[in-house]
């Protein structure tokens, strides 16, 4: 769980105001813009891993917000990559859950979280279709519309409702069906929302009790993790390590451990 304060130097709650009055901006573009179904604009890892104009239009909106406020920061996004060597840093997915933003499915949200030294200090995930903001400081806790979050404590996992999510590879897939296939019988049910970012917010306000995916990269948990930290869960990978793309896991304390042991096995960080 997040203790602490910022580094010297930032305002993290500044950063956070801003974070969210940029997240607010974009989402309320992409509803304004969104044609009835999104035409792929190209795909990355596999033909199903795709990419619409919006999510270009919404990533440089964010960018240029970002640099007219605070040019000298630095930003890494999904589409646009790395620029900046700022010790602040924004970490940007213009919109998390692509394929639902496709499809017409309200999970998908405008993830931005923000670092200082390296350190996530603000996080904000704006889902936009529900009209839900999640907003976290580092050490001052997670929020959504004036109230602060708290994960499901004193859950085991066998009455815990999981979260999880799929890769885009053929391959991948197999293995995470495989995984899926051992975890199911062991929980109370599976959910698979199509968004990391929303997903890592349905832990932080108790909606499952748990997280695992493998494939998540830094922008789409960044936010999403601190805020779910924030209320109190735990976010890490196998092992000591931290959440990485091999495989992320969010759960409170103690059924984060459950559920780690139940998945370290099953070597869920292989590809076919």
């Known amino acids: ?104 499915l309200p999970e998908w949200a405008v993830s931005v979280g923000v670092e200082v030294d390296g350190e996530v200090v603000a996080g904000v995930v704006n889902v936009v279709p529900r009209g839900e903001v999640f907003t976290a400081v580092k050490g001052e806790g997670a929020w959504l519309a004036g109230e602060r979050l708290r994960c499901t404590t004193g859950v085991s996992l066998d009455r815990a409702l999981i979260a999880t999510g799929f890769g885009y590879g053929a391959g991948r897939r197999a293995v995470q069906a495989r995984v899926l296939a051992h975890v199911l019988p062991r929980v109370r049910d599976i959910r698979r929302g199509g968004s990391a970012a929303s997903d890592l917010c349905s832990v932080a306000a108790g909606r499952v009790d748990g997280y695992y995916e493998r494939g998540p990269q830094y922008w789409d948990h960044a936010a999403g993790g601190l805020i779910a930290a924030e209320a109190g869960a735990r976010i890490g990978g196998l092992g000591s390590r931290r959440p990485n793309p091999d495989l992320t896991i969010c759960a409170a304390p103690g059924l984060f451990e459950e559920l780690h042991d139940l998945l370290a096995p099953l070597d869920p960080e292989r590809d076919d």
């Open 1 to 104: 769980m997040t203790r602490g304060g910022p580094p010297a130097g930032e305002d993290a709650r500044l950063l956070a105001r801003l974070a969210e009055e940029i997240s607010r901006e974009a989402g309320e573009m992409l509803l304004a813009k969104r044609p009835a179904r999104p035409e792929v604009l190209a795909t990355k890892s596999s033909p199903t891993d795709v990419v619409t104009a919006l999510d270009q239009a919404a990533e440089e909106l964010i960018r240029d917000r970002i640099r007219r406020t605070r040019p000298g920061d630095a930003i890494l996004g999904e589409e646009g990559g790395s620029t900046g060597e700022g010790r602040v840093r924004w970490i940007v997915d213009p919109i998390d859950g692509t394929v639902n933003f496709m499809y017409g």
